[in-house]
């Protein structure tokens, strides 16, 4: 079975900072690739997706996540925090089986 | 318009006790999921319907039941509650195209178990 690693759960910055997440995972076939983002008390909702072609994904709200192959990661980025971006983030990954496999999460606080 | 719906929004119950959480899905997708999300927000699926035939069921106790009904509707039967199963559970629904679906998500049922 695939498994996705998201390091660092706890994040905190400022308003401003930029913002990187990892995420890597290790199923070698063909993978879709998802970032979504559960703020506090509302359902998962996606920032973005990477299926094929061009591996740096914009996603919304100033997100972006480069896929790279031979490291199996989706790292997501954004250069200018907000506070309204505290949330829990999640990468996950969808195989040839249609499976969608999440990582932990990584729990970013921003602070004003 | 609410694309997937879940009802109840939250659940307290005694151990022992019998429920469904039931889930609604109006974008024509052939898919649906459900999803537990434990206290660590850890997410883990549980079990996956296309049009009606069950094509993922993960390693979960046969006391969860899913019923579809139809394609856009998929419930969840708990069978004797246990406090371990004090969760949020997620219903998604996506389209059948393996290569590029993408899963629209639920608001959440909050199931907590006395």
């Known amino acids: 079975a695939q498994s996705v690693s998201q390091h660092n759960h706890h994040v905190i910055l400022s308003e401003a900072a930029s913002l990187e997440l990892g995420c890597n995972y290790s199923?070698?076939?063909?993978?879709?690739l998802f970032w979504y983002v559960q703020y506090p008390g509302q359902h998962l909702q996606l920032l973005l997706k990477?299926?094929?072609?061009?591996?740096l994904v914009k996603g919304i709200k100033g997100f972006e996540a480069e896929f790279i192959k031979s490291k199996f990661s989706f790292n997501l980025r954004k250069p200018s925090v907000q506070w309204s971006d505290t949330a829990e983030y999640f990468c996950?990954?969808?195989?040839?089986?249609?499976?969608?496999?999440f990582g932990k999460g990584n729990q970013v606080v921003v602070i004003p | 318009d609410t694309a997937v719906s879940q009802t109840p929004k939250y659940l307290v119950t005694q151990m022992g006790n019998d429920k469904s959480i039931k889930c609604e899905q109006n974008?024509?997708?052939?898919?649906m999921y459900w999803y537990k999300q434990d206290s660590k927000k850890f997410l883990k699926i549980m079990f996956s319907?296309?049009?009606?035939?069950?094509?993922i069921n993960e390693t979960v106790p046969n006391r969860f039941s899913p019923k579809s009904p139809d394609k856009a509707h998929l419930n969840l039967h708990i069978n004797s509650l246990e406090l371990g199963d004090s969760a949020v559970y997620f219903c998604?629904?996506?389209?059948?195209?393996?290569?590029?679906?993408?899963?629209?998500f639920g608001p959440g049922t909050r199931l907590t178990v006395l």
């Open positions: 998604a629904s996506s389209p059948w195209d393996r290569d590029y679906n993408e899963q629209f």
């Open positions: 199923y070698g076939g063909t993978v879709n």
């Open positions: 990477y299926f094929s072609g061009d591996p």
């Open positions: 996950a990954v969808k195989d040839g089986n249609n499976r969608l496999a």
């Open positions: 974008l024509g997708h052939d898919t």
């Open positions: 319907y296309n049009n009606k035939e069950l094509i």
